[in-house]
């Protein structure tokens, strides 16, 4: 079968839920999480300049209502965005998140 191409895994919304997830602080495993996809293919994208990581900012709020057990996933964006808010206000937020997200860079010696 010549000329049969494998079908793009990366499409657009894909990209839109793992740039947002990345966005929001989330680690590369809850982002390739939020696209359905294995983070080894989120990292490729990443080195490849397929996916970009755009500069944190304050995730929309995931709806968390109507008693529904919560994703794992949804439960630590809504987190990640909880902290991100908190850090608008209060400095030690956004030093909590520095030493827990990057913490061979941040983190108290």
């Known amino acids: 079968m010549v000329g049969m191409a494998r079908p793009q895994a990366l499409t657009d919304e894909r990209r839109d ?3 947002r997830a990345l966005a929001a602080g989330a ?6 999480a939020a696209g359905d996809v294995s983070a080894r293919s989120v990292s490729r994208w990443l080195g490849e300049g397929r996916v970009v990581r755009r ?6 709020e995931p709806d968390l ?3 529904e057990l919560v994703e794992d996933e949804q439960l630590q964006r809504a987190l990640v965005a909880s902290v991100l808010r908190a850090s608008q206000h209060d400095w030690r937020a956004a ?11 941040y983190a108290r010696r």
């Open 95 to 105: 030093t909590w998140l520095l030493e827990k997200r990057w913490p061979q860079r």
């Open 65 to 67: 209502s109507g008693g």
């Open 27 to 32: 680690p590369l495993s809850v982002a390739a």
């Open 17 to 19: 839920a793992i740039e």
């Open 55 to 60: 500069r944190l900012a304050v995730a929309p």
